[in-house]
């Protein structure tokens, strides 16, 4: 069925013939659809505003998203929305006529963060924490202006694994990016519809599309050194061992609470043998002090 030339969805126009390619878009879609259907992302008749930012996982999860609904599988209503904030060199064009020329809903929003972040972050530290909180606080509004139930993310397998390590050594916490929240107002959900798909075959992808990528380091401040490392072990690790960030991703959804030391997560003072049960039947056990 995807391969239908007749009933396409613009996004795909040009799409390769090549084996490969159809393989490759075909496992995208079954991830999204998977993730969607296992976390319970559809409301039906409900709006979504789609974050597009320009890189190629959200051209990636845009297109995917489309020809879902394009396929009736789903039914819900789609607005692109580009938050521009302000970026030098940012160029503002691409977006808006790309969309335009897909024939796809869209928003653009005018916000200068940059300025705020410049001024507010010291020299020498990088701008993506606080950036991040105020293109989120900008995105919420602009979900609840237009209606929407939902800010749908592009935040890929990779990104959620690499978020999991950050947490591991650095916050000693267990904790990732999940595939779906609740914000803090309690108004809105947030999606991240590419959470089973692999990085790489979001840049394959965008890149056989030939989507118009806007670099992610136009303001100057590279990714934080912490999760550059953390992306660098887990290169190594899969090129020592093919297919480990994909068994690393399946441990996460495979968690045993009884097998972590989290008490709040598991009742282990109340944990009983038959034999211990028997004693508690018949004598009082003593409490340490």
Known sequence: MLDDADDIHPLFYGAPKTTEFKKLRKRIVQNVREAIEQYGMIERDARWLVCLSGGKDSYTLLAVL????WRGLLPVELLACNLDQGQPGFPATVLPEFLEKMGVPHRIEYQDTYSIVVDKVPQGRTYCAL????RRGNLYRIAREEGCSAVVLGHHRDDILETFFMN??????LATMPPKLVNEEGDLFVYRPLAHVAEADCEKFATAMRYPIIPCDLCGSQDGLQRQQVKAILDGWEKNSPGRRQVMFRALTNARPSHLLDSDLFDFKGLRTSATQDNENSSEIPVLR
């Open 168 to 173: 591991l050594f650095h916050g000693g916490r």
């Open 131 to 134: 950036c991040s909180r105020l």
């Open 66 to 69: 489309h020809e879902l609904k």
